[in-house]
């Protein structure tokens, strides 16, 4: 089979998708694709804590355990996503917080608390789990001098020593998975490149203090309108494993301008070919390093993305088309799998 996934077994790597839980099982073309194109899922939403944990003490994983079950009846594994993050908290704890009935030292059991509940929960069935997303600062942000964005909720609250313990927590909850660290513009930016200097510098300081940290996630979420250095893409992941770190290409989609939200039409023709490029660059970044294990897409198709909500006038960012037809770069990664 020319399957993405097929020509990805070929070369033990697996090739994923984000997965909406809205769509799989209602929308047939959708679950199709999933199932016949993909080897590992990632949630896009439901295994967020908003979503596991609506009301305080009250936990709702059915959605996250129909797509867990999925994946077994279709031979994928799946990518946890994501335990420790600023967004998609639920009200309980923000409201709490931001109210002081939900004090530091309370807040961090109730973070232990949901670590343990939640990786205990899918024990032996989450190959990867994102740990903790997204604390390391950008340029816009400000940061501490290890490069922790000291606004993130987590940071301001319970200091930088919560990385290393989420960590340690989601590893007494299920010691096989592999716990991952995931960021965006953490390999191949251009300028400075300051932000995977500071993720390298201190994961490399976790893993000599023997926190159980197994690898780095690099989102891949680009725009064709910034620049895009591919051979410096590579080295990063390179220098990650060199670390003794997996490394892993986890939100991948490439986005650019478009004529209008329904049809997701790029409005220069140039973005029609760099779109191809940057996905086929950052797969064949991963193929070209040995701990680079799985490359996954933010998402299915331009009609179901969250790009749109989030950048105006911007979309087109993934495989699929509208319709549902793979694109241009679907063909281009099935060719990099099959040459490989
Ligand atoms: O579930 C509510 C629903 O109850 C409500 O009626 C509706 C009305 O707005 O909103 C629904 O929640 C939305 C949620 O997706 C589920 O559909 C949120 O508004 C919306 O903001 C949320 O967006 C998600 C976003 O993370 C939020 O942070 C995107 O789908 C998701 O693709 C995106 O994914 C993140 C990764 O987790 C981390 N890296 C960046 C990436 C892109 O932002």
Redesign the pocket.
Same mark, same amino acid.
């Given at each position: 089979s020319d399957s993405l996934r097929a020509l990805a077994a070929q070369q033990g790597l697996r090739i994923g998708t984000?997965v909406d839980m809205g769509q799989l099982g209602t929308n047939k073309l959708y679950t199709d694709t999933v199932a016949g194109q993909f080897s590992v899922v990632t949630p $896009?939403?439901v295994m967020k804590w908003d979503a596991v944990e609506p009301t305080r003490g009250t936990y709702d994983w059915k959605p996250a355990d129909q797509l867990v079950q999925f994946a077994e009846q279709h031979g994928q594994s799946v990518r946890g #996503? /994501?335990l420790m993050w600023h967004? !998609?908290l639920p009200s309980w704890l923000t409201t709490g917080v931001a109210d002081g009935s939900i004090g530091d030292s309370e807040l961090r059991d109730i973070l232990h608390q949901h670590i343990t509940a939640e990786v205990s929960h899918f024990r032996g069935e989450i190959w990867q789990w994102d740990v903790v997303? $997204?604390v390391f600062a950008n340029s816009w942000d400000s940061a501490t001098s290890d490069g922790l964005n000291s606004n993130d909720f987590w940071i301001q609250h319970l200091g930088e020593g919560i990385v290393a313990d989420a960590f340690r927590w989601a590893h007494q909850a299920d010691p096989k998975a592999l716990l991952m660290y995931n960021d965006?513009n953490i390999a191949g930016q251009d300028g400075t490149n300051a932000k995977f200097q500071a993720v390298y510098n201190f994961v490399k300081g976790l893993r000599a203090q023997g926190v159980p940290i197994d690898g780095i996630g690099e !989102?891949g #979420?680009l725009d064709t309108q910034y620049g895009f250095d591919a051979q410096r893409f590579q080295a990063d992941l390179q220098a990650y494993g060199a670390l003794g770190l997996k490394v892993a290409v986890t $939100?991948a989609d490439v986005r650019t301008f478009v004529n209008n939200a329904t049809d997701q039409v790029p409005t220069s023709q140039l973005a029609q070919f760099a779109q191809p490029y940057e996905f086929s660059e950052m797969l064949k970044g991963c193929e070209l390093v040995r701990q680079c294990i799985s490359f996954t897409a *933010? +998402?299915v198709y331009d009609g179901d993305s *969250?790009i749109p +909500? /989030?950048f105006g006038g911007e979309g087109y960012g993934l495989l699929y088309d509208v319709n549902l037809q793979p694109k241009a770069a679907y063909v281009a990664l099935q060719q990099d799998l099959a040459l490989a």
């Open positions: 984000a $896009e939403n #996503h /994501t967004n !998609q997303n $997204e965006y !989102q #979420h $939100e *933010w +998402g *969250w +909500g /989030t």
